[in-house]
């Protein structure tokens, strides 16, 4: 059988620990069969992020805006005992937040859900994915102590806008975001609903942070007249709703929604949705910006699997969403460069994991949520390779 050939790189972005591991098993076994692959590498495993001094991780970024697409395995975030354990010069910054800076995208956050496994809140019978604004807000906010009598005064090319001048000592925040940005999140939020078929709801406090939530959500009410006429042949809808009210009208729904939320709000809210949907490991991420796609699992680098790994046992890892990484990344790579053939080598690839699961081989940590009787528990080898046998059957 040829190879499907790929025109266009995909920017592959190699990680840390177990999911470093299984991350070559994927390639050798579900993809290099299947495809010439056509990859600009970068190795943003910690050692080597520690020996290019974090620059690896930036150059990286920059390959996915001149590529377009990405593709990311998990990555270690240094801590003082990561800086021990590798003997790093520093503690670098999260790749993850490097990337996300530079890319200035939007993260979504989508369930990957299976009939066959139960969830907490059983009428979410379809997705409900988190569209979180990945630039600005508390996340570059400056934090001021101003004493009792102090007077703070904030102006603008020297005109004083805002004076304070507390009886008590106080604490003082700024913050600030951009306003294209604010439209590109819009923008991206609209047409990700339009391309998954979603309803849209976008929530923040206006009333509460006048003139500044409310900016969020006149842009996005006035984004929406551009998206209209196709979310209405699509029979979908969109709606703006104070945070709290959304709250109240997402538990009651039945899913099929995208919900788009302030960075702060959708760091918050995407753990929540995880935890509804049971495991981390079946959680797809992505930050897509103005023309550029990354993608990658929502989890983490399952150290304590490795541990076990590096003790010789083969553990039972679940690879749906790394799988999945690279699934999206692959159909997307075909949707841009007309390929037919690379974009549906994505779909059955996706379609291979969902037959493997019904058929009832199924990695530890779904066996608690698994609704049929008959499972087999695999190790994360053995789930790669029934995942081969279903995808043979399907091409
Ligand atoms: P983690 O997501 O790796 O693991 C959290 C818990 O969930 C563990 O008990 C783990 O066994 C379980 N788990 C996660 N994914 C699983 C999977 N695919 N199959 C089975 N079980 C799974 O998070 P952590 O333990 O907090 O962090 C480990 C490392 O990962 C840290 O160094 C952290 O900095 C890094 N991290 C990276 C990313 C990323 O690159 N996107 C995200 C989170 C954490």
Aim: hydrophobic share 35%; with cysteine; net charge negative.
């Amino acid at each position: 059988m040829a190879k499907i050939k790929m025109k266009n790189p995909i920017v592959e972005m190699d990680g840390d620990e177990m999911t470093r591991v299984i991350w070559k098993d994927i390639k050798k076994e579900l993809l290099e069969p299947y495809i010439d692959l056509n990859l600009d590498y970068y190795d943003l495993s910690i050692e080597n992020r520690n020996n290019t001094y974090d620059e690896v991780t930036i150059d990286s970024a920059k390959a996915v805006a001149r590529h377009h697409i990405g593709v990311k395995c998990a990555t270690i975030t240094a801590n003082e005992d990561r800086v021990k354990e590798f003997n790093l010069n520093k503690i670098y910054p999260s790749p993850n937040a490097t990337i996300r800076a530079y890319l200035d995208g939007v993260m979504f956050r989508e369930p990957i859900i299976f009939d066959c496994l139960d969830i907490l809140i059983p009428t979410w019978k379809e997705p409900i994915a988190i569209a979180r604004h990945s630039f600005g807000d508390i996340y570059v906010s400056k934090a001021l102590n101003v004493k009792k009598g102090d007077e703070l005064t904030v102006s603008i090319n020297g005109e004083d806008k805002y004076s304070y001048k507390p009886d008590y000592d106080a604490i003082f925040l700024t913050q600030y975001n951009k306003v294209k940005s604010i439209e590109d999140f819009a923008h991206v939020s609209f047409k990700y609903a339009i391309s998954k078929n979603m309803n849209l709801i976008f929530s923040t406090k206006d009333t509460v942070v006048l003139g500044y939530d409310s900016v969020f959500k006149e842009i996005f009410n006035e984004t929406y007249k551009e998206y209209k006429d196709e979310f209405e042949k699509r029979g979908l809808n969109y709606h703006y709703y104070l945070i709290d009210n959304a709250i109240a009208q997402i538990m009651k729904s039945k899913g099929n929604i995208l919900w788009a939320l302030k960075n702060y709000d959708g760091d918050v809210m995407s753990d929540m949705i995880s935890a509804v949907y049971g495991s981390l490991s079946l959680m797809e991420s992505s930050i897509i910006g103005n023309g550029t796609y990354l993608y990658e699992a929502a989890h983490g680098t399952v150290t304590d699997h490795y541990r076990r790994y590096q003790k010789g046992e083969i553990p039972s890892t679940n690879s749906v969403a790394l799988i999945f990484t690279w699934a999206s990344g692959i159909e997307k790579r075909g949707q841009l460069d007309g390929n037919k053939e690379l974009e549906d080598f994505g779909v059955k690839l996706k379609k291979s994991v969902r037959d493997t699961i019904e058929s009832g081989f199924i990695t530890g940590d779904l066996i608690s949520s698994y609704n049929k009787s008959e499972y087999v528990k695999v190790n994360y080898l053995e789930f790669i390779e029934k995942v081969k046998e279903f995808l043979d059957k399907l091409i």
